[in-house]
Protein backbone atom coordinates (compact mmCIF):
# COMPACT_ATOMS: atom_id res chain seq x y z
CA UNK A 1 0.00 0.00 0.00
CA UNK A 2 2.77 2.30 0.75
CA UNK A 3 4.43 1.53 -2.41
CA UNK A 4 1.11 2.35 -4.19
CA UNK A 5 0.46 5.97 -2.55
CA UNK A 6 4.34 7.11 -3.09
CA UNK A 7 4.04 6.42 -7.08
CA UNK A 8 0.63 7.78 -6.93
CA UNK A 9 2.39 11.20 -5.33
CA UNK A 10 4.52 10.77 -8.79
CA UNK A 11 1.83 10.45 -11.50
CA UNK A 12 2.04 14.09 -12.66
CA UNK A 13 5.41 14.58 -12.77
CA UNK A 14 6.12 10.63 -14.24
CA UNK A 15 3.61 11.82 -17.05
CA UNK A 16 5.62 15.14 -17.87
CA UNK A 17 9.15 12.68 -17.96
CA UNK A 18 8.22 9.44 -18.83
CA UNK A 19 10.71 8.32 -19.67
CA UNK A 20 12.39 8.83 -16.26
CA UNK A 21 9.76 6.70 -14.24
CA UNK A 22 12.25 3.82 -12.76
CA UNK A 23 14.70 7.09 -11.34
CA UNK A 24 12.07 9.15 -10.14
CA UNK A 25 10.35 5.57 -8.33
CA UNK A 26 13.98 5.64 -6.77
CA UNK A 27 14.30 8.89 -5.48
CA UNK A 28 11.05 9.15 -4.27
CA UNK A 29 12.11 5.68 -2.13
CA UNK A 30 15.04 7.26 -1.06
CA UNK A 31 15.09 10.81 -0.95
CA UNK A 32 12.71 12.32 0.89
CA UNK A 33 12.85 15.61 -0.20
CA UNK A 34 12.97 14.59 -3.70
CA UNK A 35 9.33 12.72 -2.28
CA UNK A 36 8.12 16.49 -1.26
CA UNK A 37 9.24 18.20 -4.52
CA UNK A 38 6.57 15.41 -6.71
CA UNK A 39 3.93 15.55 -3.96
CA UNK A 40 4.17 19.46 -3.88
CA UNK A 41 4.32 19.45 -7.84
CA UNK A 42 1.31 17.29 -7.60
CA UNK A 43 -0.21 19.46 -5.97
CA UNK A 44 0.50 22.34 -7.70
CA UNK A 45 -0.74 20.44 -11.38
CA UNK A 46 -4.16 19.41 -9.27
CA UNK A 47 -4.56 23.76 -8.36
CA UNK A 48 -3.91 24.53 -11.87
CA UNK A 49 -6.30 22.12 -13.22
CA UNK A 50 -8.95 23.46 -10.70
CA UNK A 51 -8.43 26.81 -11.61
CA UNK A 52 -8.35 26.19 -15.15
CA UNK A 53 -11.85 25.30 -15.17
CA UNK A 54 -12.47 27.24 -12.46
CA UNK A 55 -15.15 30.65 -13.35
CA UNK A 56 -14.12 32.51 -10.20
CA UNK A 57 -12.39 36.02 -10.93
CA UNK A 58 -9.52 35.68 -9.27
CA UNK A 59 -8.84 32.46 -11.53
CA UNK A 60 -6.51 34.29 -14.40
CA UNK A 61 -4.32 35.26 -11.21
CA UNK A 62 -3.91 31.75 -9.48
CA UNK A 63 -3.45 29.82 -12.93
CA UNK A 64 -0.40 32.32 -13.67
CA UNK A 65 0.68 31.86 -10.00
CA UNK A 66 0.29 28.07 -10.39
CA UNK A 67 2.07 27.90 -13.60
CA UNK A 68 5.16 29.42 -12.54
CA UNK A 69 5.13 26.91 -9.38
CA UNK A 70 4.85 23.56 -11.58
CA UNK A 71 7.68 25.00 -13.62
CA UNK A 72 10.07 26.13 -11.21
CA UNK A 73 8.86 22.57 -9.50
CA UNK A 74 9.82 20.57 -12.47
CA UNK A 75 12.86 22.48 -13.07
CA UNK A 76 14.42 21.64 -9.72
CA UNK A 77 13.40 17.84 -10.48
CA UNK A 78 14.86 18.07 -13.74
CA UNK A 79 17.60 19.10 -12.19
CA UNK A 80 17.98 16.23 -9.56
CA UNK A 81 17.40 14.01 -11.68
CA UNK A 82 20.17 15.09 -14.19
CA UNK A 83 22.47 15.03 -11.75
CA UNK A 84 21.65 11.54 -9.97
CA UNK A 85 21.80 10.16 -13.88
CA UNK A 86 24.54 7.01 -13.54
CA UNK A 87 27.60 7.47 -15.06
CA UNK A 88 27.89 11.33 -14.39
CA UNK A 89 30.58 12.56 -12.67
CA UNK A 90 29.37 16.59 -12.09
Known amino acids: MV ?3 VKNKSLHIKEQFP ?3 HAI ?3 MAE ?5 SLCEDHDDCV ?3 RYWTRSKEPEAKTRINEYRVLVR ?3 EE ?6 ATEPGRSD
Open 3 to 5: IWT
Open 19 to 21: DQN
Open 25 to 27: DLL
Open 31 to 35: DPEFL
Open 46 to 48: NAL
Open 72 to 74: DLE
Open 77 to 82: IVHILV
